[in-house]
Nanobody
Framework: VQLVESGGGLVQPGGSLRLSCAAS????????MSWYRQAPGKGREHVAT????????FYANSVTGRFTISRDNTKNTVYLQMNSLKPGDTAVYYC?????????WGWGTQVTVSS
């Protein structure tokens, strides 16, 4: 199983970024996918989850209305569209898959929101 995140970077407050997570090594279309983040000095927190068919999505209260999770099962990729970014969104963002009873994580992509 391999998860590779991309799309992070430096953005000003109020800006947008789109993160991608390319998955391989398992049957992507049957697995719910999630995004988590970890800010400096803090624990890892859940951001969003999308079910295997993309039909149901869950968000942390802190990002509801600003972030959108989506997936393309033909490309084995999950996305996180982040709008109206705030300095508090600064973190390393990770995608996660739970497959065969085990969690798999990517290496993460850094998002920095600063003027």
């Amino acid at each position: 199983v391999q998860l590779v995140e991309s799309g992070g970077g430096l953005v000003q407050p109020g800006g947008s970024l789109r993160l991608s997570c390319a998955a391989s090594g398992f049957t992507f279309s049957i697995v719910a996918m999630s995004w988590y983040r970890q800010a400096p000095g803090k624990g890892r927190e859940h951001v969003a989850t999308v079910t295997s068919d993309g039909g149901t999505k869950f968000y942390a209260n802190s990002v509801t209305g600003r972030f959108t999770i989506s997936r393309d099962n033909t490309k084995n990729t999950v996305y996180l569209q982040m709008n109206s970014l705030k300095p508090g969104d600064t973190a390393v963002y990770y995608c996660k898959a739970t497959y065969s009873g085990r969690d798999y994580w990517g290496w993460g992509t850094q998002v920095t929101v600063s003027s």
